[in-house]
């Protein structure tokens, strides 16, 4: 029996809030996917667009950005920034065939550890139903290929 | 071949359109200079080689070789490893082999879809049978080879070691002259090299540094195709909404584009500090698009923001123009006809 | 092979720390599995798993591996850094290393206790001590960044939780900038007839407090005045004060109260009265305001509305009157800001089926605050909205607006006190009458509380256990005319129940002031969902917040009685006293920089920083970061396009490592080696 497919999602969460947020999903003993792997930043507006590039090129099969909730960032609009450039990030990584679901931007408040959570779950099944992406592994590899054959003439 | 004891130079063209060739003769009267210092030992575009010249020589045989165009096929590749092994100093010279170029966008397609379009799926074509080029065909004369096509178009230091990349499509004929007499300087006085693995004949800084346009506090409503406005002539272009990629390139041509009103493209790949030019372009155009604060709506936020994003005609096209090969992801996954414009 | 690497694979010696924290970790996590895989890492020198890290033998351990074992780097897998990332920076410093060369890896909060799958929990963990060993090897040396503290204090609110705040730091000897909006302070305290339980007069333990707070010489009291604009940060916030026309000159007013009573106008007392009772457009709030200037109201005046009238400015003996008066804008630099600003009442016309607001003899309890006191409209007495007729039968309803997920959720905490101090009262104002009090729980937790509980039974009321569903005038049976239907469970018979009262006071719950939100922006002091002010932490910090130097104090923080707000304005006080007292604050050295010389000056980062802390440099076209302004967000560092702003401790090789770090399992062979 094969093993169902566990999705690796790097989360870049912000310290004040969606961070804190993920702290209270567990201090509240919430249980939910372990498939989203944190890595904290000051604020979602440090989120460099090479950072979910080389998440998805070393193996993630998802990237998932958090910040808060716009006009409750802790540095005012590092937020604002992070929506802009994610944004124009999803219009670019669409014509690289990188599906809708596998990088997501989720607002969570420090109070929002029931939401996060959720969000979590939610973006686990999405990216599962996707499949790996393993960029190297699968779309790097296999430069050189058999020719295609020609029809007899 | 010579035994004269001076120094060997190569130039090769691989994926390459042939403009780095010209450029090393547009450095005009310092070519009989060049031809003085140095003997050439293989040099296809002006002289009449042949690789069986190459494979006669010894390793390390040829002083300097100056490589340029893109890995598009196997025999881009051989040539690449050949050279590698009979040359003491391999430059990656211009912007296909050093950073991808031109012939790298068609990582924004498929192998199989480009031989389609060029082979079975044109207009213009007659080819009933549907044949494709095979890399071996046996006739009665014997057996006709041709290099393998790859799917992925790769820059020169992703199939072999690098020593000096020239950054530039094509490089300048002051900075290639520059480079040109620092490696003589080395091979005949033993002047000491920049460290391996350097960019040579480029700045440090980005474009802008050079670029006499006036330079504002950004803040973009709308991006418009070049041939939608009429710019200014004095004012920065980016702040007028024409996409220039002068702020994520490299410096050292001289802000030569944006000077006569046409935005910088980014041929002289990603600034020092900078690993993936397009990601660093796209958060820094996106960050000054002027759409939206903090105070609105998170559904009015996000439709201010993508109308704005949405004037941004082809941004993998435009961002990554010469740097796919350079990039993090270095090609799309599917040829999903959004890629190839 | 990218040309530009800030380090490559330094040498450095990490110590590896995997905390049990008894069985909150290692009951689902395998700590001696994960310590034991963590030496696979070339960078690692020593690597333990312990019982809890964070008692003196755990941090100890720290300390003596790295003298003895020379480590340059030290990473500790437990808890969340919100946690003891100070404790164990601190253990890392004794050791002898700077203390920023240090990493934790939060394998609790987001490990052990998300999670009952063993397996994939100590997956993660392993993942994260990875991310957090190739990390810490690229950690710097940094040095926290001083900041003095002005030694000026804004408290924003003056109701009773400002009032103890600004007096407080006063009597310490420290400046204070008290800012009220109305043109009183006093808050909803003045509006309070007697206070549970003691029925101590509201007014008269109120207003020696206000007298203190106007007169001291420590305090600048700016009332009528809003607060605009915040910038700065702890030690050196820049306030812009709008201080608004009352149209009165304050030097030359003696508050003779002549322009009130000679003024023409009568409008409804929306603000201090409740909406009962009237006052002029002239006004004081309440005799005792403080100060007692008047202020005159634009909107109803009829001078303002037609250019007639002018009674006010003919009768005033002092010529204090200045109709030309314009609003005033302040510039205050304070070092902390204490906000106080109270709650609202619930809005009981929300609640459609109980008629306030169009049932007359509906009253909310603000409302019959000032009908019982007997300085108000109605002289103290209690009686029907006709000003005459007294009830003879009075329903007092609580939990209106509050457990209720229609409305709000909490309960406010001061409600069922309230209502009892209103049962005792209307006693008392008419003996004979029948009280009904229709409850869900009695809490009265408070010093005093059920023993004044105990009291009331003893009265006379009559207690119902139920939810009312509505009240109504549908009066149809005999010797209901004119009353006012309540129909509720009665839960302790089992029974719905209908009864006719005369009057009914509706016990509303605290909102939050409407514009909490917005003000908590200007602040940067965020809103929970419930919508008052977040606190930084629910237990041990109840009146900071996540900014540095913001405090808040009172019912803006969430719905409590008089002595729970004056004890958080003491709180607040405490908290500023503290911080004045060190002089000077240590910031955390998370700041971004500029490197100059390969800067383009395409100037991205110009409008990147909400604090102000980039400017251009017209001379040498560069972009550079006022150190002291920056707080260390990095988002000019991502936006930046040649990446030449660096921002320390969280700069791009260690986020990349951590991120390559992350992904040991799933990364391939070529890439752990190009890496």
Redesign the interface.
Known sequence: MTEQFEPVIVGFLCNWCSYRAADLAGTSRIKYAPNMRPIRVMCSGRVDPQFVLSALRNGADGVLIAGCHPGECHYVNGNIKALRRFTLMKDTLEQWGIEDDRVQLLWASASEGAKLAEAVNRMTEEVRALGPLRWSEKVLTGNGAAQPAVKEA | MTENGKPKLAMYWASSCGGCEISVLNIHENILAVDEIFDLAFFPCIADFKVSDVEGYPDNYIDVCLFNGAIRN?ENEHMAQLLRQKSKVMVAYGACSHVGSIPALSN?TS??AT?KKVFLDNPSLDNP???????SVHTPEGELTLP?????V?KL??VVD?DY?LPGCPPEPPQIWAVLQVVAGALTQGDPLPPA???VGAG??????ECDRV?????IDRFYRPYEIQPDPEQCLLEQGIMCM???TR?GCGALCPTVGMGCRGCYGP??????Q????????????A??????E?DE??TL??EA??T?A????T?YRFSMSH??????????G??AA | MSEHKEHNHPQEKVGVYVCHCGSNIAGTINCGEVSEWAKDNPHVEVSRDYEFMCASTGQELIEKDIQEKGLTRVVVASCSPHMHEKTFREATERGGLNPFLFEMANIREHGSWATNDKKAATQKAKALVNAAIDRVVHHQPLEKIPVEINPSTMVVGGGIAGITAALDLADAGHHVYLVEREGTIGGHMAQIDKTFPTLDCSACILTPKMVEAGQHDNITLLSYSEVEQVDGYIGNFQVKVRKKARCVVEEDCTSCGICEEKCPVQVIDEGYGAGLGHRKAIYRAFPQAVPGYPVLDKENCIYFQTGKCRACEKFCPTHAIDFDQEDEILNVDVGNIILATGYELFDARKIPQYGYGRLENVFSSLEFERMINASGPTGGHVVLRDGKTEPESVAIIHCVGSRDKNYNEYCSKVCCMYSLKFAHLVHEHIPGAEVYNYYIDMRTPGKGYEEFYNRLLKEGTHFVRGKVASISEADYLPGEEGKLIIQSENTLLGKQQRKPVDMVILSAGMDPQPDAEEIGQLFKAGCGNDGFFSERHPKLAPVATMTDGIFIAGACQGPKDIPESVAQGGAAASAVAKLIGQGTVMMEPIRASVREEECSGCRICNTMCPYNAIEFDEEKEVSRVITALCQGCGTCVAACPSGVIDGAHFTNTQVLSEINGILWDVQTEHEKATA
């Open positions: 196997s924004l192998r199989e031989l049978h549907e044949v494709l080029p095979q890399t393998e096509f790859y799917h992925t790769k230091d992703q690098v990349y693995g350097s960019v440090n800084s980005a474009v802008c540094d330079k504002h506090e950004k803040a002068g702020l994520a410096s600034p020092a500090g900078v690993e993936d397009g990601a660093k372009m796209l958060s820094a155009v996106a960050s000054v698009i759409a939206g604060d903090e105070t609105m998170e936020l996000e923001i993508q994003v949405d941004i082809d941004p993998s096209g961002f990039s993090i992801l270095q090609r799309v996954k599917d040829a999903n959004k890629g």
